[in-house]
Each structure stands twice: as C-alpha cells, then as structure tokens.
C-alpha cells in the first residue's frame, strides 16, 4: 500500500498544552500538506510545505518537513476546544503521487 | 470562498443498484477528485480528473467509473453497488496553475448499501 502513516492515531490534551503528530510517507515529494476535518465543516486545508522547505508557520501552526526520513511533524501550540478534530498529512508527488495519511483523532478538552 | 458541493449527504441504496453521486465546483478549477474515506484507513483515491473527459485511475478504481462532460461537475458512478463500497465518499478541486494540488473538499457523501 502506498497509504501514508501518521502517528500517534489519536492524541488527548488539555487546552493550552501543544499537540504534536507525525507523518511519514513513502514517495518522493514536490510539497506535503496537512489538512483537518471536523464535523463543522468538513476536510479544509491548514498549511502546505514545499519539499525545499524545512519549517513553516502559520498563527499557531507550525510544520516540519525532513525530506531524508520522509517524515513531517504538525505541532498546534496553545491547543483550544475548537482544535478537536482529525488531522491529516497529504503528500503530493504528482498526479499519481497523491497520497493521504490515516489521520490523527485529536480530542482537546477544556 | 470556493464552494464544492456533492449532491447528497446521505444515501442508501441497495445491492446491485447503479449509483450516482454528483459533485459541482464554482471556481473554474481545472483538477477534481473523488475520494472514499474509511475508519483507520484515511482517504483513498478513486478517481482524478485533469480537464472535461479526461480521467486517471486512483488507488481503488475498481467498481467505479467516472464522469467529466462539463468543467465544474465531475461524477462518480457505482456500476453494481455492493456492500463492501459502503463508505463517505468526497469530492475535492484544485487548480492546475499552483501545481500543488491544495485540494478545496465537499460535504461529502455518506453512502450505505443494504
């Protein structure tokens, strides 16, 4: 399979902590994304890394990329309620390198 | 705002019937996508499209056929709908000029076959 991992499948914190997860994937990549979806309003795009880039921010999101590893990380920092939901990397190598992780089931309570 | 919208939030159909799930964006975007999505496996493509009539096969295309005959509507087609394709299915977009294939997703489509 060409399905791409994350861990861990499911994370619980308290608002306020960090949450981090991983991905990894197997192809080789011209950018990975990370997206989330909750029941609110579905799958929506967080923030992309190109496969020249090493870390990139967005407000409290910031995304590590390790090309050597194929690995990825997402950390959300000062976690709220409203993060509650499922996390997903997308590694995009091409239209037949296109390739979604399992996911992470991130639970944050107030 | 992009805006990807599927046909139905939720179907049921039964064994051997022919399913339709229709997808429509309003951003002109050249690429669209179907996807199933299943507890613990994550998203699964199906289908891509990269212009009217043109498609390529995704991961999972058996038992699946897809249609494009206009830019913004993109079709998926369950031939003989079986149990085991029981599943959320969302269509997605993007544009072709990013190159980057940052997606914009529908609702999605919550389908069980009886």
């Known amino acids: 399979s060409q399905q791409g991992e994350e861990d861990p499948q499911a994370l619980s914190i308290q608002e306020g902590e960090n949450a981090t997860m991983n991905c990894s994937y197997k192809?080789?990549?011209?950018?990975l994304q990370w997206y989330r979806q909750n029941s609110g309003r579905g799958l929506v795009h967080l923030i992309l890394?190109?496969?020249?880039?090493r870390e990139k921010h967005s407000g409290r999101l910031r995304v590590t990329l390790d090309t050597s590893k194929k690995s990825s990380s997402l950390l959300i920092t000062a976690s709220r309620a409203a993060d509650t939901a499922s996390y997903f990397c997308f590694s995009s190598g091409g239209y037949n390198k296109l390739i979604f992780g399992a996911g992470t089931r991130l639970a944050v309570h107030p | 705002d992009v805006k990807v919208t599927q046909s139905s939030r939720y179907l049921v159909k039964r064994t051997g019937e022919k399913v339709f799930l229709e997808c429509v964006q309003d951003?002109?975007?050249?690429?669209m996508f179907w996807y199933r999505q299943d507890p613990g496996l994550g998203l699964r493509l199906i289908y891509f499209?990269?212009?009217?009539?043109?498609?390529e096969k995704g991961d999972i295309p058996e038992g699946y056929s897809v249609s494009r005959e206009k830019k913004e509507r993109f079709s998926l087609i369950l031939e003989s709908a079986s149990t085991n394709q029981t599943s959320m299915y969302l269509c997605?977009?993007?544009?072709?000029?990013?190159?980057?294939?940052?997606?914009?997703f529908g609702p999605g489509t919550r389908l069980t076959v009886t």
């Open positions: 890394i190109r496969s020249n880039e």
């Open positions: 951003m002109d975007h050249e690429n």
């Open positions: 499209s990269y212009d009217v009539k043109m498609k």
């Open positions: 192809t080789s990549i011209n950018n």
């Open positions: 997605a977009s993007s544009w072709v000029a990013s190159g980057t294939y940052e997606q914009y």
